[in-house]
Nanobody, 123 residues
Framework: QVQLVESGGGLVQAGGSLRLSCAASGRTFSVFAMGWFRQAPGKEREFVATINRGGGITYYADSVKGRFTISRDNAKNTMYLQMNSLKPEDTAVYYC????????????????WGQGTQVTASS
């Protein structure tokens, strides 16, 4: 078992930046590949970014590539999502998730989820 808690969400003007954090507790953080997902009102939850156990492999959704950066600090049991040049369409609840083996864009392959943090980018 691993418990995940997101933080860092908020309200920002379009073009601004936010950094989300995902703090893990329970099992050893470094054994998990991690991901960020988001869900906008009335829409399905979608993939944003994923990172492998060591942090050397990352993948992004096309919609955030070049603007968002996923990273992790295994010594601090924490994963991050640096979000720059935010757009109104980035407005959503952002969730972090963990899975046991390898990076994945597939929401169904993640075993553990946080409660989410709201990000709002106003125009």
């Amino acid at each position: 078992q691993v418990q995940l808690v997101e933080s860092g969400g908020g309200l920002v003007q379009a073009g601004g930046s936010l950094r989300l954090s995902c703090a893990a507790s329970g099992r050893t953080f470094s054994v998990f590949a991690m991901g960020w997902f988001r869900q906008a009102p009335g829409k399905e939850r979608e993939f944003v970014a994923t990172i492998n156990r060591g942090g050397g492999i990352t993948y992004y959704a096309d919609s955030v590539k070049g603007r968002f950066t996923i990273s992790r600090d295994n010594a601090k049991n924490t994963m991050y999502l640096q979000m720059n040049s935010l757009k109104p369409e980035d407005t959503a609840v952002y969730y972090c998730a963990a899975r046991g083996i390898g990076v994945s864009r597939n929401i169904a392959e993640y075993e553990y989820w946080g409660q989410g943090t709201q990000v709002t980018a106003s125009s």
